[in-house]
């Protein structure tokens, strides 16, 4: 049974960082396959960070391109998101996602959800 865990998510104040974290469990994932999205309240959820198919770059929205980095660590099968220089916009439920085969794109096709952790920002 595949499992995503998130963890990490809080209160933080504007102009601060927190790290989230997504355990993988059940199976492994090609490095393109997993992505971080997030949902506000009455918004759509969105791609927030993913790697591309080589893995060798990254994907962010303009909304948050140099304050939040994607990383991976393979070998313990676990995805990272730093988050810096936090705004009160970036207030929203934090889901880890993964596909089986192909690469994260959008919302629509996701195989694996996280349950989700909440990230609030103060100003």
């Known amino acids: 049974q595949v499992q995503l865990v998130e963890s990490g998510g809080g209160l933080a104040q504007a102009g601060g960082s927190l790290t989230l974290s997504c355990a993988a469990s059940?199976?492994?994932?090609?490095?393109?396959?997993m992505g971080w999205f997030r949902q506000a309240p009455g918004k759509e959820r969105e791609l927030v960070a993913a790697?591309?198919?080589?893995?060798?770059?990254?994907y962010y929205p303009d909304s948050v391109k140099g304050r939040f980095t994607i990383s991976r660590d393979n070998a313990k099968n676990t995805m990272y998101l730093q988050m810096n220089s936090l705004k009160p916009e970036d207030s929203a439920v934090y889901y880890c996602a993964a596909r089986s085969v192909a690469c994260i794109s959008d919302a629509l096709h996701v195989d694996y959800w996280g349950q989700g952790t909440q990230v609030t920002v103060s100003s």
């Open positions: 059940g199976r492994t994932f090609s490095s393109c396959a």
């Open positions: 790697f591309t198919w080589s893995a060798r770059s990254t």
